[in-house]
């Protein structure tokens, strides 16, 4: 819910802002490289939605 909000607030983050907001969150697997690139392609699928909205 934290990076939902982030991308609603901004839907271009930066890594350290991506890693800024699961700060708080404990990830026991590989890392957070995964969760990193997913938060990427999020943003970008929701910037895609967003300007495919936008025009119509």
């Known amino acids: 819910?934290?990076?939902?909000?982030?991308?609603?607030?901004?839907?271009?983050?930066?890594?350290e802002e991506i890693r800024e907001v699961l700060g708080g969150q404990l990830c026991r697997c590989t890392g957070y490289q995964g969760i990193i690139r997913a938060?990427?392609?999020?943003?970008?699928?929701m910037r895609a939605g967003q300007s495919a909205d936008a025009q119509g």
């Open 1 to 15: 819910m934290s990076v939902y909000e982030m991308l609603e607030a901004d839907p271009d983050p930066s890594e």
């Open 39 to 45: 938060v990427h392609l999020a943003a970008a699928r």
